[in-house]
């Protein structure tokens, strides 16, 4: 059972490491979703064998309730270790990379951007859209 817990803590953690990276106003605008879709298929790859994959405790929680009281009685594991894992990895990736309160967004990006992805980003950064 510790095992379970490590292996859920870790890959949560993982994963939501990658969203944070991938949408972070300084990171490369349009990769975010095969960022994380690859290391979602590799945490499942890595986990399957060893818990079945939860690190989402709302994907747990409908197949428990179906499958009959002992899994129930391990949901507690598949709802903990993701809340915790993904609460150190928020408090992790807030102490590597502290935001600026102003965020300066390379030509590149803002020009490669969609208009409405550019405007929630400077949005984000508290920057009033300048009109071309």
């Known amino acids: 059972m510790a095992a379970a817990f490590i292996v859920e803590f870790v890959l949560t953690a993982l994963l939501v490491l990658t969203i944070l990276g991938a ?10 979703g095969l960022a994380i879709g690859v290391v979602l298929t590799v945490i499942h790859l890595v986990s399957i064998p060893v818990t ?3 690190v989402n405790p709302a994907r747990s929680i409908g197949p428990a309730l179906f499958a009959g009281w002992d899994a129930v009685g ?3 594991l598949f ?3 993701p809340l915790l894992g993904g609460a150190a990895a928020a408090g992790l990736y807030s102490t590597m990379r502290a935001l600026d309160p102003v ?3 390379p030509v590149r990006q803002a020009v490669q ?3 409405a992805e550019l405007e929630q980003r400077l949005e ?3 920057i009033k859209p300048v009109e071309y």
């Open 103 to 105: 965020v300066q967004m």
């Open 124 to 126: 984000k950064a508290g």
């Open 113 to 115: 951007a969609l208009p």
């Open 52 to 54: 079945n994959t939860s």
């Open 79 to 81: 709802v903990l270790a």
């Open 23 to 32: 949408t972070d106003l300084k990171a490369p605008v349009g990769f975010a």
């Open 74 to 76: 391990q949901l507690w």
